[in-house]
Nanobody
C-alpha cells in the first residue's frame, strides 16, 4: 500500500512562495507517475500538477507558469515549488503516485495522505 507524507505548507502573503515536499513509500517510486492535488473547502479535490516516470510534466491551467513540479528518485520524493501565490491557491495539498493513465484523475487513486495546508492571505 502506498504511504504518502506531505510537508511544507503554511501561511504566506499573496505573491509569496512555498515549496511542498512529499515522501512516497510502499511502491517502486521511479516507475510511477506522481502528482500534486488540492482541495479547498466545499470543493472537490483537483489535480494541480503531475510528473511521469520519464519526467513528462503537466499542469492545471490555474497554476501554469507559477508552479513547478519535480521529483528526486533517489529520495522517493516529489516537490512542488509554488510561486506568485494567490488567495485562490488556498487549500489542503496532497500528493499521490500511480500509473500515468490514472494520475490526472484523483478519483482513480487510493491511499491518500494527510495533506498539508496552504493558506494565502490577500
Amino acid at each position: 500500500q502506498v504511504h504518502l507524507v506531505e510537508s511544507g505548507g503554511g501561511l504566506v502573503q499573496a505573491g509569496g512562495s512555498l515549496r511542498l515536499s512529499c515522501v512516497v513509500s510502499g511502491t517502486i517510486f521511479s516507475l510511477n507517475s506522481v502528482g500534486w492535488y488540492r482541495q479547498a473547502p466545499g470543493k472537490q479535490r483537483e489535480v494541480v500538477a503531475y510528473i511521469g516516470s520519464s519526467g513528462y510534466t503537466a499542469y492545471a491551467d490555474a497554476v501554469k507558469g507559477r508552479f513547478i513540479i519535480s521529483r528526486d528518485n533517489r529520495k522517493n520524493t516529489v516537490h512542488l515549488q509554488m510561486n506568485s501565490l494567490k488567495p485562490e491557491d488556498t487549500a489542503v495539498y496532497y500528493c499521490n503516485a500511480g500509473p500515468l493513465s490514472h494520475i490526472g484523475t484523483p478519483s482513480r487513486l487510493n491511499s491518500w495522505g494527510q495533506g498539508t495546508q496552504v493558506t494565502v492571505s490577500s
